[in-house]
DNA sequence: TTATATATTAAGAAATTGTGAACAGATCCG
DNA sequence: CGGATCTGTTCACAATTTCTTAATATATAA
């Protein structure tokens, strides 16, 4: 597999556990590195500036969530995506960790599959957004920052899903967008709604702009055209 | 909604969920199949090769796990996608279940369109980038992320199956595709059409794009050739 | 030539998307 | 708090495009 140039720092105590996570993501592409305990995780942490941290939970010296705590406490560290690893037990722990500032958990027993899966999610929800560049093609542009979108100069103002909408479509001018991609980028893989509701903030979205800049591709999706 | 070509293989001891989920699933363009319990589904399973089993965790016979358990043992079945079905009382079980090399699981009593919506994210999550290449011969472009063929700098806009069906035959300049294979790749293997119904896309991609790009190969099939 | 395969055409079937309205739930504002 | 407004969603059905078929013409190989 290809390089995904994504750096992930694990930490845990058990060394069996870290060395099936490394082996399985490392197998997936990613640069993995390993810490035993929380000191360790920081250390290691601001060197390499990991784009994952998965945290164990119970770890010697400091936990997962005191690591957690310090290092989103930095502004380095505001957007590195955090993963905990919690065994089943301690429910409140995840709640809390969540609470904390952490992306997802993983509870114990590990299965590497779901594991995978989960880090991927995490990076292509990431990915999603990398910059919040503002888009502009001829008299149309688009500022996700502020959430505003011109037409001639002219503010438009769209609604959240419709903002997102567009957006996802803009920032690829040309390639078509599937269905299940628009529903999984902007809606999200859990959510389930209708066939229709793609086509009605479609719509919505090129009453709103006056604009034919959203192309059909029947059968297929949607793609940004001007 | 057109064939995905992908099997999928149902076990679970109540007749009225698999009725559900095969009438679901079929809708959505798979091929499904039932088995009422373990045994019948590990001999299945042997012959359709399926792409995705789903397992009820609690069946006569063998139940999901170990059915599981079985097929995961055989290099056959080491790739085949499994979800499981749990009650939400049996807690403990999927748990093991993606220890044991399930891919996902999904809790009963089950929402047709949670399931759906999980078992296309299993097939997303699998189907590794395919060929998106573009490509290019002499004044014929063709981009599937764009969706978009272009002859000498202008755009022809190609239906779907029209796309789909040039895209396979350029992916391979010079090859003779039989017709059957052609149903295959581009229909699917389940699906029936008429004789003539290829030699009308054909004629609709000749006369779009204005080339003589396709040669006919009597008795045999049609190749793509610049 | 004759039998078979393919091309062409038009028409209807099937599938997909567009549209307007209705609705519940959020959100805003006084 | 309560009403007004906005949002997101669904629904039914219209509009459109795509796909398939069927009938006929044409081409090709033996």
Redesign the interface.
């Known amino acids: 597999m290809e390089s995904k140039g994504k750096k992930i720092l694990i930490a845990d105590d058990e060394p069996d556990i870290l060395e099936i996570i490394q082996y399985n993501l490392t197998k997936e592409g990613y640069e993995v590195l390993t810490a035993k305990d929380g000191d360790e995780a920081i250390g290691k942490a601001k060197i390499v500036r990991p784009d994952l941290i998965i945290l164990d939970i119970m770890m010697p010296k400091k936990n997962g969530v005191e690591v957690c705590e310090i290092l989103r406490s930095q502004p380095t560290f505001k957007e590195t995506l955090i993963l905990f690893l919690t065994a089943?037990s301690d429910e409140g722990s995840h709640v809390r960790g969540l609470e904390m500032g952490a992306d997802d958990y993983v509870?114990k027993?590990i299965?590497p599959?779901?594991l995978i899966?989960r880090v991927?999610a995490l990076f292509r929800r990431v990915n999603k957004e990398p910059e919040d560049k503002v888009l502009t093609v001829e008299n149309l542009s688009i500022d996700p920052s502020k959430f505003e979108v011109m037409v001639d100069g002219k503010d438009v103002t769209l609604a959240k899903k419709e903002f997102e909408l567009l957006y996802l479509l803009a920032s690829r001018p040309?390639?078509?967008f599937l269905r299940?991609e628009i529903l999984?980028q902007v809606w999200g893989?859990?959510v389930?709604v209708g066939d229709r509701t793609i086509d009605v903030h479609i719509r919505k979205i090129r009453q709103k702009l006056g604009l034919d800049c959203i192309t059909t591709?029947?059968?297929?999706g949607y793609?940004f055209n001007l």
């Open positions: 089943l509870t027993p299965s599959k779901v899966s991927n040309g390639r078509v299940n999984n893989n859990e389930i591709v029947k059968g297929v793609k």
